[in-house]
Structures are given as C-alpha cells and as structure tokens.
C-alpha cells in the first residue's frame, strides 16, 4: 500500500482535496472527501473478492482515491470531473510508481464510472471493464441515503437511492 500512501501525501492530490473540502463547505448532499474515497475502495475491494477478481489492491484503492479528485475543476470550470480526474491521475500516478499499463486501466475506469453500469453478470472484455464497473457500483453503493438528512430534496432516482445497508 506504499503506492497508495504516496498518493494521499502527493502536494497535487492535497490541494485538490482541500479544493473540494472548501468549495463543498455548505453543501448539504452527498460531499467527495477522503471519507468517500475510503469507503469507495473498501467496497470496491469487497466486490473484487466477491467477484473472485485478481485486481491489486493498490490499484484498487488508486482507482477510488481519484475517481472524483477533479470536482473542483467541474465547480469552477465546467470540466466533468470524471475527465478533471483523469488529467489529475495521470500527473500523480507516475510520481507514486504505477507503471503505464496500471495508469491506463485506472484512468480507463475513472472516466468511465459514470457510464451506463455494467452488471454483476454482464460480460466484461478487459480488466479495466472491470475496474469501471466495481468503481461505478461502490461509488453509488457506498452513500448512506436511507440516513441521509437532505434526501428529501436529493435529486437522485429513487430507485438509485440505497434505502438499507449492503456493505
């Protein structure tokens, strides 16, 4: 997990996540802090071991520690974060020693987590279609809506919204 150590501690991934935390200071919904990175890649690992995937967990955790790193960009610059966090990863990840390969299948999955999802079941063509789905599953499986105080003006689909507990 030495990978993953260097991303938190890179000066890039710290100033865009203090970026978020102010810029996110008033919001009442769901908020992109370190908090729902963790819980992201924790659940994503979960599924991974569910799914008897053979994804590192330094890859794992990369991926959900900067699936959502570029909302600041898309506040302040009309950029979807998804793509933000892309251009992010791709300076921070060769720093904290993930090769090209790794760097293409987390930023492939980082884009695409907000795709059309792919199923448990659905066939998945390459590790990286994998990596997408297990990032896109955790990242809505992973918000607490049935104890959330503003979900009476959430805007998510009612049937998106976790109404019990699964991980």
Excluded at 4 to 32: D, F, G, M, S, W
Excluded at 90 to 102: D, F
Excluded at 114 to 141: C, G, I, V, Y
Aim: with cysteine.
């Amino acid at each position: 997990m030495d990978r993953v150590n260097q991303i938190i501690n890179h000066p890039l991934y710290k100033k865009e996540l203090e970026q978020i935390l102010a810029l996110e200071q008033e919001r009442i919904y769901c908020k992109h802090n370190i908090e729902h990175f963790l819980d992201v890649a924790r659940v994503m690992y979960i599924f991974c071991l569910e799914e008897k995937q053979r994804i590192a967990k330094d890859i794992i955790y990369g991926t959900a520690l900067l699936h959502d790193i570029g909302r600041a960009k898309e506040y302040l610059e009309n950029i979807p974060h998804e793509m933000a966090s892309v251009e992010i990863s791709q300076l921070i990840l060769p720093n904290c020693g993930y090769k090209t390969e790794e760097i293409r299948l987390i930023t492939k999955a980082i884009a695409g987590h907000r795709k059309a999802e792919l199923t448990k079941n659905s066939p998945k063509e390459s590790t990286a279609d994998t990596l997408q789905h297990l990032l896109k599953t955790a990242d809505k499986r992973t918000r607490n809506c049935f104890a959330c105080e503003a979900k009476a003006s959430c805007n998510w689909d009612e049937t998106k919204k976790n109404k019990r507990i699964c991980y």
